[in-house]
């Protein structure tokens, strides 16, 4: 099975700086999907931004982008001018074509005034 | 709007007592998973379905089963729940994945605790 390592069980940031969390993957699939999710304390997991792996171009949304090394198996999140509301759990996730989907550990993320 | 609803957002079981978690899509999806989610462990595979009636084991699938009758429906069971079933259940569903903007959709998840 494909497995998912997020090494940064927690993280801190300053209310409108720049954080980077990190992922790390492990497949032998040429084709495949990547995603972040957001888990607030709601719980409920919202999508925040995804990725295709034959897509070389990194994937943005809004303040949110990705630094997607294919070959190093990397994936890391940047959320660039930090709001109070990012603060969540994050999840790394990977998707083969046949939907078998897999999750990181998660790091959480706190937004500090 | 997309949904995919879970029975219960608590619930309190007994060791020994079987178990049902149900898990609802209302978007025709053909894939519906059942994730087990522990601190510092993050989300873990207990059972993928894709399509009526088929499943897969996931990483952690000893002590549940599964049931699919119905595309809408994806049922977790646990035979004989136990205390180190204790935990938050998230359901999922996704469209088949091609080339387009597939995602897993997510219930609300059910936190259980079995005493």
């Known amino acids: 099975a494909q497995t998912v390592t997020q090494s940064q069980p927690e993280m801190s940031v300053q209310e409108a700086e720049t954080v980077t969390l990190s992922c790390t993957y492990d497949?032998?699939?040429?084709?495949?999907?990547l995603f972040w999710y957001k888990q607030p304390p709601s719980r409920q997991m919202i999508l925040v931004i995804r990725?295709?792996?034959?897509?070389?171009q990194n994937a943005t949304e809004n303040r949110f982008s990705v630094n997607f090394q294919k070959a190093a198996k990397s994936f890391s999140l940047k959320i660039s001018d930090s709001q109070l509301g990012d603060t969540a759990m994050y999840f790394c996730a990977f998707m083969k074509l046949t939907n078998d989907m897999r999750f990181g550990a998660g790091t959480r993320l706190t937004v500090k005034p | 709007d997309v949904k995919v609803t879970q029975s219960s957002r608590y619930l309190v079981k007994r060791t020994g007592e079987k178990v049902f978690l149900e898990c609802v899509q209302d978007?025709?999806?053909?894939?519906m998973f059942w994730y087990r989610q522990d601190p510092g462990l993050g989300l873990r595979l207990i059972y993928f379905s894709y399509d009526v009636k088929m499943k897969e084991k996931g990483d952690i699938p000893e002590g549940y089963s599964v049931s699919r009758e119905k595309k809408e429906r994806f049922s977790l069971i646990l035979e004989s729940a136990s205390t180190n079933q204790t935990s938050m259940y998230l359901c999922?569903?996704?469209?088949?994945?091609?080339?387009?903007?597939?995602?897993?959709?997510f219930g609300q998840g059910t936190r259980l605790t079995v005493v």
């Open positions: 497949t032998s699939e040429s084709n495949y999907y």
């Open positions: 990725q295709e792996a034959y897509k070389q």
């Open positions: 978007m025709d999806h053909e894939n």
């Open positions: 999922a569903s996704t469209s088949q994945t091609g080339f387009g903007n597939t995602e897993a959709f």
